[in-house]
């Protein structure tokens, strides 16, 4: 467990974010990326970041990399811009590596952050955007478990398939139709039962969540014959 942001990572975190899209919500932007990085991404990732952050407010290590001996939360917007640009464009790697990794988080959560009912993200109206706002009922919406077909596979999927004949396979059996919901192709798959998975990815509302770690859940799958 990483220790709590100081304020002046999330001072400087808040230039970054404005720097990067400009608005007067860069507190709200610096905890959001703050909260993300703390939920979703390996303490030691963070903790570079984090010293990354450290080093653009030493005057001794901007000085020494040739970016001036101001912090980067004293510089005026222009300088900051430049400051940056100088990092894209480094010859040391780990910089160029920092710049595009901030540019694109900082920038993604810009825009998928969705706001809150009432005070939604303001960026959305001006791109033209409209984000759905399901109604939320107060009955939650139950779990139904699902299940999934299995076959026995005869000799020629047994040699196909390099199993003994017998052996329980999943049995997938797929629809496509055009634009006018008209069939045009039946297919019937027959899977390997220990060489098959599915992955569900439960992404949050307006692309974000607070409960979800990593880009989904794996589950692994495994035919059982019939009892």
């Known amino acids: 467990m990483s ?5 002046r990572e ?3 975190l808040r230039e970054l974010a404005t720097t990067f899209v400009p608005g007067d919500d860069g507190d709200h932007r610096a905890r959001l ?6 939920r979703a991404v390996d303490p030691s990732q963070v903790g570079q970041l984090r010293l990354v952050l450290r080093a ?24 900051r811009e430049a400051y940056l640009l100088g990092w894209g464009a480094s010859r040391l790697a ?16 810009a825009y998928a952050d969705p706001g809150v009912v009432g005070a939604p993200n303001p960026r ?11 109604p939320v009922t107060p009955t939650p919406t139950p779990i ?3 299940a999934l077909p299995f076959a026995v596979g005869g000799p020629d999927e047994a040699m196909i398939l390099d199993v003994p004949a017998g052996a329980p396979l999943l049995a997938i059996t797929r629809t496509a139709t055009d634009t006018q919901d008209e069939p045009f ?15 569900v990815r439960t992404p949050g509302h307006g692309g974000l969540t607070r409960t979800s770690r990593g880009r989904g859940q794996v589950i692994e799958l495994r035919a059982q014959a019939a009892p």
């Not at 959305?124 to 706002?133: F, M, R």
């Open 3 to 7: 220790s709590p942001w100081t304020e």
């Open 10 to 12: 999330l001072a400087t």
């Open 33 to 38: 990326v703050a909260d993300a990085l703390d």
């Open 56 to 79: 653009m407010e030493s005057r001794v290590a901007n000085a020494a990399l040739g970016g001036g001996a101001t912090p980067f939360s004293a510089m005026d917007p222009a300088a």
């Open 94 to 109: 780990q910089r160029r590596t920092a710049f595009a990794s901030l540019r694109k988080l900082l920038t993604f959560l």
């Open 124 to 134: 959305h109206a001006a791109i033209g955007y409209q984000p759905e706002w399901p």
């Open 144 to 146: 139904v478990p699902t």
């Open 185 to 199: 192709a039946l297919s019937h798959d027959l899977f390997r039962g220990d060489r098959t998975r599915i992955v």
